[in-house]
C-alpha cells in the first residue's frame, strides 16, 4: 500500500503530518512568533476543507484582539507564503514580529495579501497573534 504524504503549505519543506498538523492538534507548540505564523497560514490555506481549524485560529489569538467567532468557507484559494522577516519571537521572547507575503488565486491571477504580524505571549506561555498591520492588498 502506497501511502503518499503531502507537502505542508506553511513552505517549510515538511511533510504537514510532522509540521502544522502537530501544532493544530496540540501533539506540538509553535516554539516561536514564525512558527505559529506558519501554522495559521496552514490553518487557513486548508480552512475550506477543514472548516474545524477555524476554532484553531481564534484559540491562537490574543484574548483582547480575538473576534468572537469566524468562517473558513469563504477564504479565498491561498497558494503559497514567503515570510520576509522576522523580529524576535524567539523561544526566550515575550513578543514577535513577521512581515510575510501570502499570495492566492482570483481566477487566472495570482494576488499577493502582505502583513506585519505582531505577536506576544498569552497568559499561559503560548504565542498568540495580537494583530496584523496590512501593508497590501
Same mark, same amino acid.
Given at each position: ?83 520576509? +522577516? ?8 515575550? #513578543?514577535?514580529?513577521? %512581515?510575510?507575503?501570502?499570495? @492566492? &488565486?482570483? $481566477?487566472?491571477? +495570482? ?8 505577536? #506576544?505571549?498569552?497568559? %499561559?506561555?503560548?504565542?498568540? @497573534? &495580537?494583530? $496584523? ?5
Amino acid at each position: 500500500m502506497l501511502i503518499l504524504k503531502a507537502k505542508c503549505p506553511c513552505g517549510s519543506g515538511q511533510d504537514y503530518s510532522d509540521c502544522c498538523k502537530l501544532i493544530h492538534t496540540g501533539k506540538a507548540k509553535a516554539l516561536t512568533a514564525e512558527a505559529l505564523m506558519r501554522s495559521r497560514f496552514s490553518a487557513y490555506y486548508l480552512g475550506q476543507q477543514q472548516p474545524e481549524l477555524a476554532s484553531y485560529l481564534l484559540n491562537t489569538w490574543c484574548p483582547s484582539t480575538r473576534p468572537n467567532s469566524m468562517e473558513l468557507t469563504d477564504q479565498p484559494n491561498w497558494v503559497r507564503l514567503k515570510i520576509w +522577516q522576522t523580529q524576535a519571537g524567539q523561544p526566550n521572547d515575550k #513578543q514577535g514580529i513577521v %512581515e510575510f507575503s501570502a499570495f @492566492y &488565486l482570483d $481566477g487566472l491571477f +495570482q494576488l499577493e495579501f502582505r502583513e506585519k504580524s505582531y505577536f #506576544q505571549r498569552n497568559p %499561559e506561555g503560548d504565542w498568540c @497573534y &495580537l494583530r $496584523g498591520d496590512i501593508l497590501k492588498n
